[in-house]
């Protein structure tokens, strides 16, 4: 069908026409289209501009389903940050990296630069959440990142609603949305305070508040500290 072969009208009749220079025809089973004939490819725009709005209303119905989730505070996101997983539909701690992350944070706290934090761990073989070696991106990333504390900041990208669809990060084009309590917490408030402090300041974002019941954590954060001796052992070699 149309709607298969190419994502918009543009790129329909572009691909239909740089086939027939290479001498090779396209049938359109569905639509009952061959553009063998000539006159088929004023028809085939036509298909394929309903294919394309037919496309966009499906992405709009997803964003505005996506918008009601976020302001409900029932949102669940596809995937996970390092340290995460999502079982049975929640998002919950997982073991072997979370003390990877507790890790980090005491490393970035007593003085280590983000750079060595990444060269630490890739020397100790461990992997990043692409399977792939550390960078002092990565890491920055994890420092200022609200999930750690069991909170999530919904709607940081965004993306356009003409096809193709074209991701941004949302810097004010859309609202977001903060919610606190959405999943168990790997660190305190307070340790992310002292890194986001340290690394670019107090976050002004804007923002749309919806409370849940807070978790509580230690100084650290309770899973840091009971799992302390797993936590110690990293990079220890």
């Known amino acids: 069908s149309i709607s298969r072969f190419a994502r918009n009208t543009k790129d329909c009749l572009q691909n239909i026409r740089e086939l027939k220079e ?11 289209i061959d553009t063998v004939n000539v006159s088929s490819e004023l028809i085939t725009a036509i298909y394929a501009a309903f294919a394309q709005k037919e496309s966009e209303s499906i992405s709009g119905n997803m964003r505005w389903s996506y918008q ?3 302001e409900s505070g029932t949102f669940l996101p596809p995937s996970t940050p ?6 049975n539909k929640k998002i919950e701690i997982d073991p072997e990296r979370a003390v990877i992350i507790c890790k980090i944070f005491q490393w970035y706290l007593n003085g280590i630069s983000k750079e060595q934090i990444a060269y630490k761990l890739n020397k100790a073989g461990v992997l990043s959440n692409q399977n792939k070696a550390w960078r002092a991106g990565g890491i920055h990333y994890i420092l200022t990142n609200e999930r750690y504390i069991g909170d999530s900041l919904w709607q940081k990208t965004y993306t356009t609603e003409a096809i193709p669809a074209v991701r941004h990060r949302n810097t004010g084009a859309r609202e977001q949305y903060y919610v606190e309590g959405t999943h168990p917490p790997i660190i ?6 002292k890194c986001e402090r340290k690394t670019m300041g107090s976050l002004h974002r804007r923002r749309f508040i919806l409370s849940q019941e807070r978790l509580s954590v230690g100084a650290v954060g309770q899973y840091c500290e009971g799992n302390r001796k797993e936590v110690n052992t990293i990079g220890a070699a």
Do not use: A, H, P, Q
Not at 22 to 32: A, D, S, T
Not at 82 to 87: A, L, V
Not at 188 to 193: A, G, I, N, P, T
């Open 82 to 87: 390092y340290g995460y997983r999502i079982i």
């Open 68 to 70: 009601r989730r976020m």
């Open 188 to 193: 305190s408030k307070e340790y992310l305070s």
């Open 22 to 32: 290479l001498g090779v025809n396209v049938r359109f089973e569905r639509e009952g």
